[in-house]
């Protein structure tokens, strides 16, 4: 047993503490509420706290010191073999049962048949080889099938045998090995199905089932059992001591008394149903893996194991009393789904052991989501949520809780209660209290986001009634009523609360480009933060009073972007172009592209000339700017350009062509009208006689070079009235706004969100925040989750783009 298995965790004592909560209103510029923190003791606005309870494996189904001698496979010279009479080696039946040797041996069938009631039939089997069971039978002799041999197959052949509750189905004796025992369709109804003293044993594709004590009793190493189905034996599925075990792809049901119970070292559980017994899997010594198997719905706990260095990954574990229970160290829990504990206060993980990871679980809906009690743990990328107490719980020192998802926990999201121990980069929604630490011991919480907590976003436990406060507390995001509260003389605290090294580059919670206070808000997104002038650096060297005499002097506020307009004249192209949004400190690049037949002849940044340049980068943007590309046409080069004295008319429709604007000056020109009638005049007049619309086309030379221009539906003739033409947006610089109705609801919420937009733009990109996108103007968005999201427009039109994000822009409840 594990020598931890029987304490109560202290931060299972710090839960007993009243606590209390008494308001302090800041008034001097938003008259929100903040924090709690004050001298006077708790009221009773809480009760106390639930104490949680403690864990302790059950014994085992024999005493392990008496194993051997108890439950030890040997031959019975005495009361078995001496009274049965041997028969002739050359008989082929035996009344209705028949063994058949597969091999021959030397010594002739290689087993005996044995009545000794007159009714009652056994076998042994003394001779290596492969042996077929033509037909099942009952038996009251100590057992039915007894291997004397090693080197055997017992080949079931879909045959059943059955005992009388005080007997063995199939023995191995401990003298042996190397025997396998397949495709028996029931071994029911005696004391052990299986009873096996020897190594290299191995059972496939069985059903044992009803039977007194265990399914299968293996006492040798390198046991391996697959396909196999044990239910309903009144204490054990399948029990096995030794070392180098197998199980995989077993079904082990409904037992009254464990489904798996292993006093074995190098156990490998794989792939099996465990379902409906009392004690799912329980396991001790070491070296457990315990990889992809389904353990739902034992009364008591899913897995329950003191192994060292065990590995628990890939299983799901569900509708047990407790999931899933460790008490040992170096044991790793990962990518389990650990869920609906059926007791209300049921564990999902409760560990024990040191240096224990739990990582990549998905843990939801029991009455303790991940509890660890020793140090040097680890709580990483987890998603945990729906839990009745605690979301996650680490006690012991050199803790760390990182990167998780919790939500939805009706007590504590997050609650760490060691020395050293760090709190960072984890998500906490909606919970009582989102983050709880003790005082006194050192605990850093960094880089997180406490969303809508009803108490207290950080609750500060003065377990020792100490004032010493370590720790560091910053770069979070606060976004509660309340953000922190606690007990104590909370002035004489030492927090940090803004970055120790002072704001450094780097994103910060928020996005925002330099790490240093936290950012203080409130789930309306109205909080002290949030009202702040949004500024390039995202901080501010206003402080932030946390409570009397204890400031954040570097606080969070909302990030100002930088816009960089980026143009190109006719004979240009800028990449990216349009007038966009940048993030601050970052660096950005833009090529600039003559047009063919062109080449770029300046690129003027902010009125500056900076000369024929091909790329331009700001660098460390803090600033707006605004960059042209400038191209002009090769010398030389012809460009053909045209226009026509009317594009519309009935018919006959007489048109002027004209090709004055071409550049490089031109000597010849060849025109197509579309019709089918070509000219090789520079300014040609044609007639359309026939309705209809034409693309039109020019060549021009001038001995040296050449130019095409091509306008595609250039000319519209009708037969009957001239239609007015549809006016064509002129293209400006883009404003981006839009509306959204309604920004605030009850999911599901359905939002219309419509384009305000200047400078026709004729392309839209809007991104809602939680994964959606579309390329409508004017679209309507549902939000399933709830959470708070930014929405992102981005436009474009022939010259120019621009873009819009408004950040906490919907919030869904």
């Given at each position: 047993?594990?020598?931890?298995?029987?304490?109560?965790?202290?931060?299972?004592?710090?839960?007993?503490?009243?606590?209390?909560?008494?308001?302090?209103?800041?008034?001097?510029?938003?008259?929100?509420?903040?924090?709690?923190?004050?001298?006077?003791?708790?009221?009773?606005?809480?009760?106390?706290?639930?104490?949680?309870?403690?864990?302790?494996?059950?014994?085992?189904?024999?005493?392990?010191?008496?194993?051997?001698?108890?439950?030890?496979?040997?031959?019975?010279?005495?009361?078995?073999?001496?009274?049965?009479?041997?028969?002739?080696?050359?008989?082929?039946?035996?009344?209705?049962?028949?063994?058949?040797?597969i091999?021959?041996?030397?010594?002739?069938?290689?087993y005996?048949?044995?009545?000794?009631?007159?009714?009652?039939?056994?076998?042994?089997?003394?001779?290596?080889?492969?042996?077929?069971?033509?037909?099942?039978?009952?038996?009251?002799?100590?057992?039915?099938?007894y291997?004397?041999?090693?080197?055997?197959?017992l080949?079931?052949n879909?045959?059943?045998?059955?005992?009388?509750?005080?007997?063995?189905?199939?023995?191995?004796?401990?003298?042996?090995?190397?025997?396998?025992?397949?495709?028996?369709?029931?071994?029911?109804?005696?004391?052990?199905?299986?009873?096996?003293?020897?190594?290299?044993?191995s059972?496939?594709?069985n059903?044992?089932?009803?039977?007194?004590?265990?399914?299968?009793?293996?006492?040798?190493?390198?046991?391996?059992?697959?396909?196999?189905?044990?239910?309903?034996?009144?204490?054990?599925?399948?029990?096995?001591?030794?070392?180098?075990i197998?199980?995989?792809?077993?079904?082990?049901?409904?037992?009254?008394g464990?489904?798996?119970?292993?006093?074995?070292?190098?156990?490998?559980?794989?792939?099996?149903?465990?379902?409906?017994?009392?004690?799912?899997?329980?396991?001790?010594?070491?070296?457990?893996?315990c990889?992809?198997?389904?353990?739902?719905?034992?009364?008591?706990y899913?897995?329950?194991?003191?192994?060292?260095?065990?590995?628990i990954?890939?299983?799901?574990?569900?509708?047990?009393?407790?999931?899933?229970?460790?008490?040992?160290?170096?044991?790793?829990?990962?990518?389990?789904?650990?869920?609906?504990?059926?007791?209300?206060?049921?564990?999902?993980?409760?560990?024990?052991?040191?240096?224990?990871?739990?990582?990549?679980?998905?843990?939801?809906?029991?009455?303790?989501?991940?509890?660890?009690?020793?140090?040097?743990?680890?709580?990483?990328?987890?998603?945990?949520?729906?839990?009745?107490?605690?979301?996650?719980?680490?006690?012991?020192?050199?803790?760390?809780?990182?990167?998780?998802?919790?939500?939805?926990?009706?007590?504590?999201?997050?609650?760490?209660?060691?020395?050293?121990?760090?709190?960072?980069?984890?998500?906490?929604?909606?919970?009582?209290?989102?983050?709880?630490?003790?005082?006194?011991?050192?605990?850093?919480?960094?880089?997180?986001?406490?969303?809508?907590?009803?108490?207290?976003?950080?609750?500060?436990?003065?377990?020792?009634?100490?004032?010493?406060g370590?720790?560091?507390?910053?770069?979070?995001?606060?976004?509660?009523d309340?953000?922190?509260?606690?007990?104590?003389?909370?002035?004489?605290?030492?927090?940090?609360?803004?970055?120790?090294?002072?704001?450094?580059?780097?994103?910060?919670?928020?996005?925002?480009?330099?790490?240093?206070?936290?950012?203080?808000?409130?789930?309306?997104?109205?909080?002290?933060?949030?009202?702040?002038?949004?500024?390039?650096?995202?901080?501010?060297?206003?402080?932030?009073?946390?409570?009397?005499?204890?400031?954040?002097?570097?606080?969070?506020v909302?990030?100002?972007s930088?816009?960089?307009?980026?143009?190109?004249?006719?004979?240009?192209?800028?990449v990216?172009?349009?007038n966009?949004?940048?993030?601050?400190?970052?660096?950005?690049?833009?090529?600039?592209?003559?047009?063919?037949?062109?080449?770029i002849?300046?690129?003027?940044?902010?009125?500056?000339?900076?000369?024929?340049v091909?790329?331009?980068?700001?660098?460390?943007?803090?600033?707006?700017?605004?960059?042209?590309?400038?191209?002009?046409?090769?010398?030389?080069?012809?460009?053909?350009?045209?226009?026509?004295s009317?594009?519309?008319?009935?018919?006959?429709?007489?048109?002027?062509?004209?090709?004055?604007q071409?550049?490089?000056?031109?000597?010849?020109?060849?025109?197509?009208?579309?019709?089918?009638?070509?000219?090789?005049?520079?300014?040609?007049?044609?007639?359309?006689?026939?309705?209809?619309?034409?693309?039109?086309?020019?060549?021009?030379l001038?001995?040296q070079?050449g130019?095409?221009?091509?306008?595609?539906?250039?000319?519209?003739?009708?037969?009957?009235?001239?239609?007015?033409?549809?006016?064509t947006?002129?293209?400006?610089?883009?404003?981006?706004?839009?509306?959204?109705?309604?920004?605030?609801g009850?999911?599901?919420?359905?939002?219309?969100?419509?384009?305000?937009?200047?400078?026709?733009?004729?392309?839209?990109?809007?991104?809602?925040?939680?994964?959606?996108?579309?390329?409508?103007?004017?679209?309507?968005?549902?939000?399933?989750?709830?959470?708070?999201?930014?929405?992102?427009?981005?436009?474009?039109?022939?010259?120019?783009?621009?873009?819009?994000?408004i950040?906490?822009?919907?919030?869904?409840t």
């Open positions: 047993m594990s020598e931890n298995s029987g304490l109560i965790p202290k931060f299972l004592v710090c839960l007993l503490i009243l606590l209390t909560a008494v308001t302090i209103v800041c008034t001097a510029e938003t008259n929100i509420k903040y924090s709690v923190f004050n001298d006077s003791k708790l009221n009773t606005s809480l009760t106390h706290l639930p104490d949680t309870k403690n864990f302790t494996l059950p014994a085992p189904p024999v005493n392990i010191s008496e194993i051997k001698k108890t439950h030890t496979v040997v031959k019975d010279t005495s009361g078995f073999v001496s009274s049965l009479a041997f028969v002739d080696t050359d008989m082929k039946t035996m009344g209705n049962v028949v063994l058949v040797p091999t021959p041996t030397p010594e002739g069938s290689g005996y048949y044995f009545n000794t009631t007159g009714h009652d039939q056994s076998y042994y089997i003394y001779s290596s080889g492969t042996y077929t069971l033509q037909d099942g039978f009952s038996t009251g002799n100590n057992s039915a099938i291997i004397g041999a090693s080197d055997v197959v080949e079931g879909a045959q059943t045998i059955t005992g009388d509750t005080t007997n063995v189905g199939i023995a191995i004796s401990s003298d042996e090995s190397n025997a396998t025992v397949r495709n028996f369709a029931g071994i029911e109804k005696f004391s052990n199905g299986i009873a096996s003293n020897a190594d290299n044993v059972i496939v594709n059903s044992i089932y009803d039977n007194y004590f265990s399914g299968v009793y293996s006492l040798g190493s390198h046991f391996s059992m697959q396909q196999t189905v044990l239910k309903n034996c009144s204490s054990v599925g399948v029990y096995v001591y030794g070392t180098d197998t199980l995989t792809d077993n079904f082990l049901n409904n037992n009254q464990y489904g798996v119970y292993g006093y074995a070292d190098n156990v490998t559980l794989e792939r099996n149903s465990i379902n409906n017994n009392a004690y799912g899997v329980t396991c001790i010594r070491d070296n457990l893996v990889k992809e198997n389904t353990i739902t719905n034992n009364r008591f899913g897995i329950g194991i003191e192994s060292e260095g065990a590995l990954i890939g299983n799901i574990i569900s509708q047990n009393g407790d999931n899933l229970f460790t008490a040992r160290d170096n044991v790793t829990v990962k990518s389990n789904t650990i869920s609906s504990s059926s007791d209300d206060y049921g564990y999902g993980i409760h560990g024990y052991g040191r240096n224990t990871t739990y990582s990549e679980n998905t843990v939801n809906n029991n009455g303790y989501g991940i509890i660890s009690s020793n140090s040097d743990c680890k709580a990483i990328n987890n998603r945990v949520y729906s839990n009745n107490i605690y979301g996650i719980a680490l006690e012991g020192n050199n803790e760390t809780i990182s990167d998780n998802i919790i939500r939805d926990t009706v007590l504590y999201g997050l609650a760490c209660y060691g020395e050293n121990s760090t709190v960072y980069n984890n998500i906490i929604t909606n919970a009582t209290f989102g983050v709880g630490i003790v005082d006194h011991y050192n605990s850093s919480v960094i880089g997180n986001q406490i969303n809508s907590t009803s108490r207290f976003g950080l609750l500060i436990l003065d377990y020792y009634g100490t004032t010493e370590l720790g560091e507390i910053y770069n979070n995001y606060f976004g509660s309340i953000n922190i509260g606690g007990y104590g003389n909370f002035s004489n605290y030492s927090y940090t609360w803004t970055n120790p090294a002072g704001p450094q580059r780097g994103t910060n919670v928020v996005g925002g480009p330099f790490i240093a206070g936290n950012y203080w808000s409130n789930p309306s997104g109205t909080g002290w933060s949030d009202q702040k002038t949004p500024n390039v650096s995202g901080y501010t060297t206003t402080p932030y009073e946390v409570v009397t005499g204890m400031n954040d002097t570097a606080p969070l909302p990030q100002k930088v816009i960089i307009n980026a143009t190109a004249n006719n004979w240009g192209v800028i990216p172009g349009g966009s949004s940048y993030r601050s400190y970052t660096n950005q690049t833009f090529i600039a592209q003559p047009k063919p037949g062109a080449e002849t300046d690129v003027v940044v902010d009125s500056t000339s900076q000369g024929n091909t790329n331009w980068t700001f660098t460390q943007l803090t600033e707006d700017h605004e960059i042209l590309a400038i191209g002009n046409a090769t010398p030389g080069q012809v460009h053909a350009i045209f226009n026509a009317k594009r519309y008319g009935k018919s006959p429709l007489t048109v002027l062509f004209s090709s004055e071409s550049l490089g000056s031109p000597t010849s020109w060849y025109w197509q009208f579309g019709d089918g009638i070509t000219n090789t005049t520079q300014n040609p007049v044609h007639t359309y006689v026939t309705p209809g619309v034409y693309s039109v086309t020019l060549q021009a001038n001995g070079t130019g095409y221009a091509v306008w595609n539906n250039y000319i519209t003739v009708t037969d009957g009235p001239v239609p007015e033409p549809t006016p947006p002129v293209p400006g610089k883009i404003i981006a706004q839009f509306s959204a109705y309604p920004t605030t009850n999911a599901p919420l359905t939002v219309d969100f419509k384009d305000m937009s200047s400078g026709n733009p004729t392309s839209w990109f809007w991104d809602f925040g939680d994964g959606a996108q579309v390329t409508l103007q004017n679209p309507s968005h549902t939000y399933t989750t709830k959470g708070t999201y930014p929405v992102t427009l981005s436009l474009k039109n022939a010259n120019y783009g621009g873009s819009l994000r950040s906490n822009a919907i919030t869904v």
